[in-house]
Each structure stands twice: as structure tokens, then as C-alpha cells.
């Protein structure tokens, strides 16, 4: 992600240089941004569940904490199957740009790889969630037996 911001940042910052210091903008830089913003954006979907830093409306878990546990279980698996959903529209738009053989105008790339970035980020942020529980069930565990012997 920081390469592709890197990038959008050099590629614009040419585009600003060459449109009002030379007068004569490129056909392509905004074009290539778009398609970077839009790789950034979908596999921040997965960066966002990792470090647990995802936009959420959570106006019922403020006026209730003591179920904001139960709530964010809730919502995250809400989201797991709006996923598991968005796979066959995702498959389905990769497939439709593989057939048509469709290019972008400026930079002639073929529109399937910008299609597949909906596929992989969704796919990603599957395997976060995944991992996300994976791990809150491990930790769970082994902490339970440390408490134990605690007790005795």
C-alpha cells in the first residue's frame, strides 16, 4: 500500500508539474492513479481488519459497552458473509473483462486488472477475519491455563 501511495503521489505531482509549469498535460497519469487508488483502497480493506482500524458505525456500542464485544462479533460476521457474497460479482466482473478483451483508453491496460482487485481485496479481508478470530481463540486458550494454575 505505501508503494502504491507512493506512486499516486509521484504520478499526480508529474501530471500538476507538466499541466501548470509546462503547460501541456499527459493523457494517461489519471488514468493510472485511478487504477493505483483503486488496488490501494481494496487491499486496505484487508490492512483496515488486521490492526482493527475499519470505518464502523458504533453509535450502539457507546451508549452500551457491555456488549460491545458481542456486537463487534456481530458486525464482523455480518461482514464475513457480505464477502463470502461479493466473490461471485467479483469472479463474475474478472470473467466479463477476460471475454470482452476491454483496455483501458489511456494506458491500454487490460481492464481485468483493475477488476481483479475487488477479488483479491476481498479475498484478503476473508483471510483477516479468518486470522482475526484464529488468533482471539488462541490467545483465549492459552491464557486460560495460565489463570488456572493462578487460582490453585
Given at each position: 500500500?505505501?508503494?502504491?501511495?507512493?506512486?499516486?503521489?509521484?504520478?499526480?505531482?508529474?501530471?500538476?508539474?507538466?499541466?501548470?509549469?509546462?503547460?501541456?498535460?499527459?493523457?494517461?497519469?489519471?488514468?493510472?492513479?485511478?487504477?493505483?487508488?483503486?488496488?490501494?483502497?481494496?487491499?486496505?480493506?484487508?490492512?483496515?481488519?488486521?490492526?482493527?482500524?475499519?470505518?464502523?458505525?458504533?453509535?450502539?456500542?457507546?451508549?452500551?459497552?457491555?456488549?460491545?464485544?458481542?456486537?463487534?462479533?456481530?458486525?464482523?460476521?455480518?461482514?464475513?458473509?457480505?464477502?463470502?457474497?461479493?466473490?461471485?460479482?467479483?469472479?463474475?466482473?474478472?470473467?466479463?473483462?477476460?471475454?470482452?478483451?476491454?483496455?483501458?483508453?489511456?494506458?491500454?491496460?487490460?481492464?481485468?486488472?483493475?477488476?481483479?482487485?475487488?477479488?483479491?481485496?476481498?479475498?484478503?479481508?476473508?483471510?483477516?477475519?479468518?486470522?482475526k478470530y484464529v488468533l482471539l481463540?488462541?490467545?483465549?486458550?492459552?491464557?486460560?491455563?495460565?489463570?488456572?494454575?493462578?487460582?490453585?
Amino acid at each position: 500500500m505505501l508503494i502504491l501511495l507512493a506512486a499516486m503521489v509521484c504520478v499526480m505531482g508529474l501530471q500538476v508539474f507538466m499541466r501548470y509549469v509546462l503547460a501541456s498535460s499527459l493523457s494517461w497519469p489519471e488514468e493510472l492513479t485511478r487504477y493505483m487508488f483503486i488496488w490501494f483502497v481494496f487491499l486496505g480493506i484487508g490492512y483496515g481488519i488486521r490492526y482493527d482500524v475499519h470505518i464502523r458505525v458504533n453509535i450502539i456500542e457507546t451508549f452500551f459497552p457491555k456488549i460491545e464485544k458481542t456486537l463487534r462479533i456481530i458486525q464482523d460476521a455480518v461482514f464475513f458473509g457480505f464477502l463470502i457474497y461479493m466473490i461471485k460479482p467479483a469472479l463474475n466482473g474478472v470473467g466479463m473483462m477476460i471475454r470482452t478483451g476491454q483496455h483501458s483508453p489511456a494506458i491500454q491496460v487490460p481492464m481485468y486488472c483493475v477488476y481483479v482487485s475487488l477479488l483479491i481485496g476481498f479475498l484478503i479481508a476473508i483471510v483477516r477475519l479468518i486470522q482475526k478470530y484464529v488468533l482471539l481463540y488462541m490467545k483465549k486458550n492459552t491464557a486460560e491455563p495460565a489463570e488456572k494454575s493462578k487460582e490453585q
